[in-house]
């Protein structure tokens, strides 16, 4: 299993802002908002800063994966929570059951803000991932982690407010860029799939494992510390179509599963990405495989970061 030579993308392809309807936003307000945040999520909200975002999850008691997020402060007692829309009604029902007593009431901000994805000389340059700039009341880019070598950003802007400057980038070049970057969002067909770790989210910021307790947080730490942990995510490339949910089979195994499809997209010069959660004894040797153990064959590229394995 190894790395195959990726097809070549044109870099001035690969440049650009794009809409990102499929992203929604939960918002967060009150004078709590920012310590609900903080006992509800797998980071640290409490010592958020106006210049910051965080990567977090959303977890079950059992610590699986309900939701994840792009979270930041508008103002100190106005967050947003941005998120794939397919999950905000779920997730916001669910987070509201928590509030209680805390002063923070939690609203459905899809319609009221636009979400844009920036890539290469439409992103800032050198800004570290999560790091967040923008005024009050305007637009807000928030660093991503960067994808074939490309700067990128999430551009969150007040509904009405004029699109980002950029040329226009088609969304399916960043779909793939999101791919490649190796940071999967929770979407609906992998909600309560796995645990953050199985999707790096250690190795990425999205676990603060010295903050206290939240949902599942037993469960996570567990799973750092206690060398519980067989799964993780890694990038792959196909010759034919993945999607998101999809079974991954070892060829040594028909019956059982080895990991499932968490990301996927295609590689706009031919082929398919996907980011794979998976055991990671599956990567030793033998061949993987999409949908059954006779499937498409999934070659294993290198991840974009190296891996957190002590916190």
Request: charged letters at 15%; a neutral charge; aromatic letters at 8%.
């Amino acid at each position: 299993m190894n790395p195959p030579t990726l097809p070549s993308v044109p870099l001035p392809a690969l440049h650009g802002a794009t809409p990102l309807p499929q992203m929604g936003i939960i918002r967060v307000q009150g004078e709590d908002a920012a310590k609900f945040l903080h006992g509800q999520l797998t980071q640290d909200f409490a010592l958020l800063g106006l210049s910051e975002a965080r990567l977090a999850a959303f977890c079950s008691a059992k610590g699986r994966m309900l939701a994840s997020f792009v979270g930041f402060k508008l103002a100190h007692d106005d967050l947003l929570l941005v998120c794939s829309r397919d999950l905000v009604p779920a997730t916001l029902k669910r987070l509201s059951m928590f509030v209680l007593r805390a002063k923070a009431r939690l609203s459905d901000a899809s319609a009221e803000f636009q979400v844009w994805g920036l890539s290469g000389s439409a992103a800032p340059a050198g800004a570290k991932p999560w790091s967040k700039s923008g005024e009050p009341g305007a637009a807000q880019t928030i660093a991503l982690y960067p994808s074939q070598g490309l700067p990128r950003a999430l551009w969150v802007a007040p509904a009405g407010h004029p699109p980002p400057a950029g040329d226009a980038l088609p969304e399916a070049h960043w779909a793939w860029l999101d791919v490649m970057a190796g940071v999967a969002t929770l979407t609906q067909p992998i909600a309560e799939a796995f645990v953050p770790q199985m999707l790096n989210y250690e190795s990425v910021g999205g676990v603060n494992f010295k903050k206290g307790c939240y949902p599942g947080q037993e469960v996570v730490a567990r799973s750092q510390f206690r060398g519980t942990l067989k799964r993780r995510a890694f990038l792959v490339q196909a010759d034919e179509p993945l999607t998101v949910g999809q079974d991954v089979f070892h060829s040594s195994d028909a019956e059982q599963p080895c990991g499932t499809v968490a990301a996927a997209a295609a590689n706009p010069a031919g082929g398919w990405s996907a980011t794979v959660s998976m055991q990671t004894s599956a990567v030793a040797g033998g061949s993987l495989h999409a949908g059954s153990a006779t499937g498409p064959e999934l070659h294993l590229l290198p991840l974009p970061y190296p891996l957190l394995e002590d916190v």
